[in-house]
T-cell receptor, first 114, second 112 residues
Framework: SAVISQKPSRDICQRGTSLTIQCQVDSQVTMMFWYRQQPGQSLTLIATANQGSEATYESGFVIDKFPISRPNLTFSTLTVSNMSPEDSSIYLC???????????FGPGTRLLVL | AQSVTQLGSHVSVSEGALVLLRCNYSSSVPPYLFWYVQYPNQGLQLLLKYTSAATLVKGINGFEAEFKKSETSFHLTKPSAHMSDAAEYFCAVGTGANNLFFGTGTRLTVIP
């Protein structure tokens, strides 16, 4: 398994501002993922982040709104830009572990945009 | 393409009763199947996974699931519910662990 931490754990932000969420894992991993979980809903994949390459975004998500960095094999950041109340969600990072056979999730960042 | 359906957004059981959470999947290739649990204000924790080995998979906290190809199902069961089992449960399917599609979740309530 992998131990994953996220910062911040929660935040309240004003519309129009940006928030950067950090994801740290305790071992080197090739693939990291960022998900959004809107209130009362399931998980939606935002993008896949591989070290040394541009993140791959899913349909409906764009780099200008959700820029991602992946500077090394244990760390990634997701920025939620120019926030609106519709961005209020839980943002989760996950990593591919067990030789590519399992995704492990961080504790999530709970974001409220006013 | 893969998809997953969880029947029942809310399930209530009495403490000590059988827990059955339903998951049906659609996949054009042999699937990877997962159950995750999310406790309030926490992330997702892996309960168990099926990756083409034994069809009956045992997980943590006394949960197990059986892969039934003929029924395209991967239902989660536990013989005796405990108060600490109250949580949201998500079923996920993928052609590998790197491209998972999650169900809409089932909220389990345990009645004392």
């Amino acid at each position: 398994s992998a131990v994953i931490s996220q910062k911040p754990s929660r935040d309240i932000c004003q519309r129009g501002t940006s928030l950067t969420i950090q994801c740290q894992v305790d071992s080197q991993v090739t693939m990291m993922f960022w998900y959004r979980q809107q209130p009362g809903q399931s998980l939606t994949l935002i993008a896949t982040a591989n070290q040394g390459s541009e993140a791959t975004y899913e349909s409906g998500f764009v780099i200008d709104k959700f820029p991602i960095s992946r500077p090394n094999l244990t760390f990634s950041t997701l920025t939620v830009s120019n926030m609106s109340p519709e961005d209020s969600s839980i943002y989760l990072c996950s990593v591919l572990g067990d030789w590519g056979e399992t995704q492990y999730f961080g504790p999530g960042t709970r974001l409220l945009v006013l | 393409a893969q998809s997953v359906t969880q029947l029942g957004s809310h399930v209530s059981v009495s403490e000590g009763a059988l827990v059955l959470l339903r998951c049906n999947y659609s996949s054009s290739v042999p699937p990877y199947l997962f159950w995750y649990v999310q406790y309030p204000n926490q992330g997702l924790q892996l309960l168990l996974k099926y990756t083409s080995a034994a069809t009956l998979v045992k997980g943590i906290n006394g949960f197990e699931a059986e892969f039934k190809k003929s029924e395209t199902s991967f239902h989660l069961t536990k013989p005796s519910a405990h108060m600490s089992d109250a949580a949201e449960y998500f079923c996920a399917v993928g052609t590998g662990a790197n491209n998972l599609f999650f169900g809409t979740g089932t909220r389990l309530t345990v009645i004392p």
